[in-house]
């Protein structure tokens, strides 16, 4: 079997739920989600489709420059084997340093032509299930128009609790609070309403050692983890030594060689894995392994702005986790049309499920994707 043709696409996709969310003390707006599709075919008729978003502040790509790279790889790839995904990632670091958010668009349409091909779910491909489905998270992002109050927070999560969410990811660290002590009353404010959920407090960088210490002894009555309190990994080792909760690596955690150095350096308890942040599955399976040689919990997490697609491949990867932590594949909920259009993911009382269904287990519809590029 040969890759015969690689097309790209750009989707642009509109966001009936926007969301205001803060990084690094900035706040960020959006209103439409802008998707990268890769869909690969070889030569034995079966094609696979895979989906990577930005977040330029997160992971130093735009829409623009993922297209680019992809436009890039693709004619490299043309005539490879896609049974050989080791040596396709080997070729694709040769050819351009980090870039992952773009090749994760590629690894993705890999492993659902891979699947299809040989008529197996892509969790079989990576390891095999440990389960039949997990428990995922709500993203209370800091606002929609504005950022929202303690109250305005507290009223989305009861909708969200009521819905059958049983998790929330909350944005802290906004510029409109006033430093950690508002922080801590936002999650006590949601906790007034929802009792019995866990809490991913996503910092997003914004506190100091010290306030990321004060503030877990705070919050050590609510079950939650802190996710990314502080900027650098020293100072995450230096915070986890004393903290009173759990410390969650995300914007320290990229790569297999970060992950490496968040063991040595004891900077976490757990990390935050993305299959865009990593460069794709096989990449997010490799440290995911590593993870939980060393014995750290795993949360399998997305971006704002994904399409079903890419949460469904996240989610395929939880299902192989020894231990899945705060999970949160549900970013595609946002949206008001999407280009899986049946299967992938179903959330049924707090949980997400996966059919049995070769591939990645999604239809998808080329409709609201514009095609940039055509290899051959």
């Known amino acids: 079997m040969r890759i015969q043709t690689i097309e790209i696409f750009k989707a642009d996709l509109p966001m009936a739920d926007p969301l205001t969310f803060t ?3 900035k706040v960020v707006r959006m209103t439409q989600a802008t998707n990268v599709v890769a869909k690969i075919t070889a030569d034995n008729g079966m094609s696979g489709y895979g989906s990577t978003s930005p977040v330029p502040p997160y992971h130093g790509m735009t829409q623009d420059t993922m297209v680019d790279v992809c436009k890039y790889l693709a004619p490299m790839l043309i005539g490879e084997d896609p049974l050989q995904i080791a040596k396709i990632h080997d070729l694709m670091d040769w050819a351009i340093v980090r870039a992952d ?10 492993y659902d032509l891979i699947g299809k091909t040989v008529n197996l779910p ?5 390891g095999g299930k440990r389960r039949d489905s997990f428990f995922t998270t709500w993203t209370l992002a800091s606002g929609r128009d504005h950022i929202w109050s303690h109250q305005e927070v507290a009223e989305e999560a009861r909708k969200k609790y009521d819905a059958g969410y049983r998790g929330f990811e909350v944005h802290v660290g906004t510029e409109a609070l006033t ?12 906790k007034e309403v929802c009792p019995d959920v866990v809490f991913d407090v996503d ?7 010290k306030e990321t210490i004060a503030a877990s002894k705070e919050l050590a009555p609510y079950n939650v983890w802190i996710e ?3 900027e650098t990994m020293r100072q995450m080792a230096e915070a986890r030594s004393a903290s009173a909760v759990g410390l969650i690596a995300d914007e320290n955690c990229q790569n297999v060689q970060d992950l490496v150095e968040i063991v040595q350096l004891q900077a976490a308890d757990a990390i935050c894995l993305k299959p865009i942040k990593a460069g794709g599955l096989y990449k997010s399976w490799q440290m995911s392994t590593i993870a939980e040689r060393f014995g750290m919990p795993v949360r399998i997490d997305g971006i704002p702005g994904e399409s079903k697609l890419s949460n469904t491949a996240s989610a395929h990867v939880a299902l192989t986790l020894k231990q899945p932590i705060v999970c949160g594949v549900m970013q595609h909920g946002r949206l008001e049309a999407d280009i899986v259009t049946a299967g992938g993911i179903e959330f049924r009382d707090g949980q997400v499920f996966l059919p049995d269904a ?5 239809e998808v519809s080329e409709e609201l994707m514009e095609r940039v590029a055509s290899f051959s």
């Open 203 to 209: 910092v997003h960088r914004n506190w100091t050692v």
């Open 179 to 190: 430093g950690f002590a508002e922080d801590v009353k936002r999650i006590m404010a949601i």
């Open 228 to 230: 990314q309190p502080c």
């Open 122 to 126: 892509v969790y079989a491909l990576i």
């Open 101 to 110: 958010p773009a090749k994760c668009a590629l690894d993705l349409a890999l």
């Open 23 to 25: 990084f690094f003390g």
């Open 358 to 362: 070769p591939g990645l287990g999604c």
